[in-house]
């Protein structure tokens, strides 16, 4: 019964703001790692943020200090809050999970949210 909601998506100008929520349930905060993909119509889902496990945080390279991912656990809620938004960050957002170590390949995670859409206009 693991499940994850996305929530926080919309639309937004250039250079605002947003903050993603995923409520997690049925998985031990302590031992799955998290991580945000992103994914727009005709490519591939690609690489956001994570966090493993143990609370360390990866970024893809596009990030540059823009995002911060987060995880609340008594609250089992994953985080991205996004800044400094620009139009390529369009695109449906979401989270998954994996019960081992992090990585960023997408086909390692075994749950996912059903996607939140994220526009930015300019």
């Known amino acids: 019964q693991v499940q994850l909601i996305e929530s926080g998506g919309g639309s937004v100008q250039a250079g605002g703001s947003l903050k993603l929520s995923c409520a997690i349930s049925?998985?031990?905060?302590?031992?799955?790692?998290m991580a945000w993909f992103r994914q727009t119509p005709g490519k591939e889902r690609d690489f956001v943020a994570g966090?493993?496990?143990?609370?360390?945080?990866f970024y893809g390279d596009f990030v540059k200090g823009r995002y911060t991912i987060s995880r609340d656990a008594a609250k089992k809620t994953l985080y991205l809050q996004m800044n400094s938004l620009k139009p390529e960050d369009t695109a449906v957002y979401y989270c998954?999970?994996?019960?081992?170590?992090?990585?960023?390949?997408?086909?390692?995670?075994?749950?996912w949210g059903q996607g939140t859409q994220v526009t930015v206009s300019s």
């Open positions: 998954a999970a994996r019960d081992g170590v992090w990585t960023a390949d997408v086909t390692q995670y075994d749950h």
């Open positions: 966090i493993s496990f143990s609370g360390l945080t």
């Open positions: 049925g998985i031990s905060f302590s031992k799955y790692s």
